[in-house]
Structure formats: C-alpha cells, structure tokens
C-alpha cells in the first residue's frame, strides 16, 4: 500500500481546517514524522497535525463525500445568499462585531467574508450566508 507524499515544509496545500470548519488553506510547519506534517490554517492560525492516507484510502473518501451531496445541495447556499440579495436590496445593513447581539433574518456587513444574511442565530453563535459559503460566527460576547 502506498501513501501520499507528504507536503513540502513551507508550502501551503488545501485541506479541512476543524477550526473554521471548511476547507482552507494550510501552511506546512515540519515533518514530524514520515506520514505527519505540522500545519498552520491561513485564516484561523490554527496548528494541526495532517496525516497522509493511502491513495486508496483517499479515493473511498472523495468517492463517498461526492456520493453524499448532489450538486443542487453544494450550491443551496449560493441560491439561498442570490434569493435573499434580490429580496433585501433596501434592508439595513448591520456591521459585523462580536460583543453586539444580531436576530435572524438580518443582513450583515462582514469586513472580510462580505455581505451575509443570518440564517438562524442561537446564544453566542450565529449562522450567515455569505455569497460563498455558510459561516457559523461567534456574537453577544461580552
């Protein structure tokens, strides 16, 4: 069984940030071991350990992940975000901050992410389409 090589030291490779909860891209720290690179998220700075797969491991992966959502669900969002856009145009939009409380239904201005929508909300986290992807974001810290 052959394994993947693993990602040049210094060089950033795309994969799942638990963190952000998406897939982004990572910068490679060190080789601890033969199958493990330390890695950073370019976006949260999270530290993670990556282990490489077999190729055949990889494959059943993709393989089961493509199987498991259709086309129409990878782009929901993207239809939702383009429906609430159209339907939105003159709502207030509402500056993104962490210690402020949002409802649903609002539209957000996020100074990296854009243009949101808040889907549904719940004590500290709320849930926004974006134009690209769905965010889960922290609020109503104090």
């Not at 060089?11 to 490679?28: M, P």
């Not at 370019?42 to 259709?70: D, L, M």
């Not at 962490?98 to 990296?112: G, I, S, W």
């Not at 549904?120 to 974001?137: H, R």
């Amino acid at each position: 069984m052959t394994t993947m090589s693993l990602p040049p030291v210094a060089k950033s490779f795309y994969t799942h940030c638990k963190k952000c909860e998406t897939d982004r891209y990572h910068t490679v720290l060190a080789h601890p071991t033969n199958t493990t690179a330390k890695i950073k998220c370019e976006v949260c700075a999270k530290t993670s350990t990556w282990k490489a797969q077999s190729s055949a491991a990889a494959k059943k992966r993709a393989a089961t992940e493509a199987a498991g959502r259709s086309p129409r669900a990878r782009n929901s969002h993207k239809e939702q975000w383009n429906t609430l856009c159209g339907a939105d145009v003159k709502a207030e939009e509402h500056d993104y901050n962490l210690k402020k409380k949002f409802e649903a239904n609002t539209v957000l201005k996020h100074p990296k992410f854009g243009r949101g929508f808040i889907r549904s909300t719940q004590t500290d986290k709320i849930e926004v389409v974006f134009e690209d992807e769905v965010k889960m974001l922290m609020h109503n810290r104090s």
